[in-house]
């Protein structure tokens, strides 16, 4: 049964199950876990170190927005799927876990390094945060994408 | 207040005082009014069917923020930049969220006779009422005041330094932080009925960039204390900005989420037997 309200486009099952997941895991990445482990409860970083380019400034602002609209989106369509179908639980956590690992990978590479915007912690050696953070976004990233593909055929 | 010219005592003259008091009654008498008015279309539409609760909780709770913003925060804000941020959060922000959640031109077609609704729906048809009520038009009027306000905030000229200067500017200030924040609100997740509500992509991509705008300001607000703000003030009072406007921005997404949601809701639920695992 796709039939759905007039002016919605019908999506197929498993599209909508994936994207939920992918957007999830991207935007919990990127705004649930800065803000809550290292804004609030480590206190390693603060939401502005004074030391950032305006190009970056601009950059941050944006991601830091979209970030909140792919956690809220997930959510809700992982609530529609929810109605629709059975929620293939394993699959949705792969997407999330790969959305994840690869948004937060982006965030070390892009924001962090590239554009040089704040540090993960200050006054140490920054190495092995580094290594930290980019080595559990890879795993994150490897385990959701094999997750993913043992889980195609039953989706 | 936050002095301008960060030097000294700055007493007011008498007629100063007065207009500083004159525009904190006017605000206050303003804020009850609006309370008073919806009681009054309660009263008037009780023969109706009933009015959610939540609405009319939601309605006065938003009045509520903004008598708290115009009366004791306005008053410690003359001596802390953070409580000024905390009343801006309230007026621009969770105010205006709860004023449009209480859906006030639903409660006044409903409470109006046929003739006077009649007009107020043609009122809400007309060409402007239908500009500023465009989401790109209100997030304009809503974060250009902002920048306006505190991008200028260094500038002992600026209208942040005229702001505390004169409670005249004070008082368009405010009102326009309140209205603007309606008018943006309402063009997002508006719960009255409008005939030009713009498309859910559209409004989506209006409240994101709203957002980034938002968290930026708050950034170069912590690296640009306005004039007569100590370092420290200004940074807290970013901070609040900054988190505090997420509480409410998220709650915007949440909204739109649901809308979505609800607007989407398959046809063929009600019909379908419930799944068998």
Same mark, same amino acid.
């Given at each position: 049964m796709t039939s759905t309200a007039a002016s919605?486009?019908?999506? =197929?099952?498993? =599209? =909508?199950? $994936?994207?939920?997941? $992918?957007l999830f895991g991207a935007g919990v990445a990127a705004s649930v876990i800065d803000l809550l482990i290292f804004h609030l409860l480590l206190q390693w970083h603060h939401f502005y170190d004074l030391s950032t380019l305006e190009v970056a400034l601009a950059a941050d602002g944006l991601f830091h927005a979209v970030a909140w609209g792919m956690t809220v989106a997930g959510l809700f369509l992982l609530a529609d799927a929810a109605r629709r179908e059975r929620i293939a639980w394993g699959r949705w956590w792969g997407a999330v876990l790969a959305g994840l690992g690869g948004f937060q990978l982006l965030d070390a590479a892009v924001l962090h390094k590239l554009l040089g915007l704040h540090q993960i912690r200050y006054d140490v050696d920054l190495l092995p945060y580094d290594l930290a953070w980019s080595g559990s976004a890879v795993i994150a990233l490897v385990v959701g994408v094999v997750i993913l593909r043992r889980t195609r055929r039953r989706a | 207040m936050i002095q301008p010219s960060g030097a000294g005592a700055h007493v007011h003259g008498a007629a100063d005082v007065d207009a500083w008091a004159l525009v904190e009654s006017a605000a206050m008498t303003a804020v009850g009014a609006v309370a008073l008015l919806y009681a009054i279309a309660l009263w008037m539409s009780r023969h109706r069917s009933p009015w959610p609760r939540w609405r009319t909780a939601s309605w006065f709770a938003g009045s509520a923020c903004a008598a708290l913003a115009a009366g004791p925060i306005a008053t410690a804000a003359h001596e802390s930049f953070t409580a000024h941020m905390v009343g801006h959060l309230l007026l621009g922000m969770l105010a205006p969220l709860l004023l449009v959640l209480g859906a006030p031109l639903t409660l006044a077609l409903r409470a109006l006779p046929l003739d006077g609704a009649r007009a107020l729906s043609r009122l809400l048809r007309r060409a402007p009422v239908?500009?500023?009520?465009?989401?790109?038009?209100?997030? @304009?009027?809503? #974060?250009?005041? !902002?920048?306006?306000?505190?991008?200028?905030?260094?500038?002992?000229? &600026?209208?942040?330094? !005229? /702001?505390?200067?004169?409670?005249?500017?004070? %008082?368009?200030?405010?009102?326009?932080? @309140?209205?603007?924040?309606?008018?943006?609100?309402?063009? !997002?997740? &508006?719960?009255?009925?409008? %005939?030009?509500?713009?498309?859910?992509? /559209?409004?989506?991509?209006?409240? +994101?960039?709203?957002?980034? %705008?938002?968290? /930026?300001?708050?950034?170069? @607000?912590?690296?640009?204390?306005?004039?007569? +703000?100590?370092? @420290?003030?200004?940074? +807290?009072?970013?901070?609040? /900005?900054?988190? &505090? #406007?997420?509480?409410?921005?998220?709650?915007?997404l949440v909204l739109l989420g649901w809308g979505w949601f609800a607007a989407t809701r398959p046809r063929s639920l009600s019909a379908r037997p419930v799944a068998t695992a």
């Open positions: 919605v486009p019908a999506v =197929r099952p498993g =599209r =909508r199950l $994936l994207a939920s997941g $992918l | 239908r500009w500023v009520t465009h989401p790109v038009v209100a997030a @304009l009027l809503n #974060g250009g005041g !902002l920048w306006l306000l505190y991008g200028t905030g260094q500038d002992p000229d &600026g209208l942040f330094a !005229l /702001m505390h200067e004169s409670a005249f500017v004070h %008082a368009a200030v405010h009102l326009h932080v @309140l209205l603007a924040g309606y008018l943006f609100t309402a063009s !997002l997740v &508006g719960r009255d009925p409008d %005939a030009h509500r713009a498309p859910l992509a /559209m409004r989506v991509g209006v409240l +994101v960039a709203f957002i980034a %705008a938002h968290s /930026m300001l708050a950034k170069w @607000l912590y690296a640009h204390p306005p004039v007569g +703000v100590d370092a @420290l003030d200004a940074q +807290v009072g970013a901070q609040v /900005m900054y988190y &505090g #406007g997420d509480v409410v921005d998220v709650a915007l």
